[in-house]
């Protein structure tokens, strides 16, 4: 299957700052989605992107699909930010493969 | 809320007895994952069935196996558990390959 690697593993915030965090992909992807799990453990679908750019409220993505990653781009970053965003991707396998993880954590 | 019932949230079992998890996906869609986090190991796919038959298969054990139901509701089935089976399962589904997926709250599991 794909391979996703994430960077960096972690990321540590004062109240405010921005942030862009990286996904890099190993083959060509039909499928990529970036998700946020909350301290809770539930996990959140944030985008499904498998090329160019969306945006939402404070968080945006792109992803370069002919260059093989995707960036995930936190601005304003806010307390509630904390947790741990991954990168999942597939290339027409039907499986979803994650990455490892970004934590980021969020100081007020 | 994503629509992804799991149950049971919470669960706590001895080893070598077998427990199964259930997911009710979102009304309508029509695929079901099945994925593992424990703390080291991160996120595994086990399993994705599509319209009650198996898609594609993870790495999951022998020990452990799954269906999707007419009803398409999903369980998980673990047996011979073992202390390292503890992690937290996640259910998600989707209306098909190439859409947003969406996860449950997970299952806890913890053998002992």
């Keep these: 299957g794909i391979q996703v690697e994430q960077s960096p593993p972690?990321?540590?915030?004062?109240?405010?700052?921005?942030?862009?965090?990286?996904?890099?992909?190993?083959?060509?992807?039909?499928?990529?989605?970036?998700?946020h799990?909350?301290?809770?453990?539930?996990?959140?679908?944030?985008?499904?992107?498998?090329?160019?750019?969306?945006q939402n409220g404070r968080l945006s993505a792109t992803t370069v699909a002919t260059?093989?990653?995707?960036?995930?781009?936190?601005?304003?970053?806010?307390?509630?930010?904390?947790?741990?965003?991954f990168c999942a991707a597939s290339s027409n396998d039907y499986k979803l493969s994650f990455g490892a993880g970004t934590t980021v954590t969020v100081r007020a | 809320d994503s629509g992804v019932t799991q149950t049971p949230k919470h669960l706590i079992t001895a080893t070598g007895q077998r427990?199964?998890?259930?997911?009710?996906?979102?009304?309508?869609?029509l695929s079901v994952y099945w994925y593992q986090q424990s703390l080291d190991q991160g996120l595994q796919f086990l399993i994705q069935y599509y319209n009650g038959e198996e898609r594609a298969?993870?790495?999951?054990?022998?020990?452990?196996?799954?269906?999707?139901?007419?009803?398409?509701h999903s369980e998980l089935n673990l047996s011979s558990l073992e202390?390292?089976?503890?992690?937290?399962?996640?259910?998600?589904?989707?209306?098909?390959?190439?859409?947003?997926?969406?996860?449950?709250?997970?299952?806890?599991?913890?053998?002992?």
Excluded: M
């Design chain 1, 67 to 85: 260059e093989r990653y995707s960036l995930l781009y936190i601005s304003s970053s806010q307390t509630t930010d904390s947790g741990v965003y």
């Design chain 2, 57 to 72: 298969k993870g790495n999951i054990l022998e020990r452990f196996s799954a269906q999707q139901f007419p009803d398409l």
């Design chain 2, 83 to 112: 202390l390292g089976d503890s992690a937290l399962y996640f259910c998600a589904s989707t209306t098909g390959e190439g859409n947003t997926i969406y996860f449950g709250e997970g299952s806890w599991l913890t053998v002992v």
């Design chain 1, 10 to 35: 972690d990321l540590i915030l004062q109240e405010g700052a921005n942030s862009t965090l990286r996904c890099n992909f190993s083959d060509s992807v039909n499928n990529l989605q970036w998700f």
């Design chain 1, 37 to 54: 799990q909350n301290p809770w453990g539930q996990l959140i679908n944030l985008f499904y992107i498998p090329s160019g750019t969306k």
């Design chain 2, 19 to 29: 427990v199964t998890l259930r997911c009710s996906p979102r009304s309508g869609d």
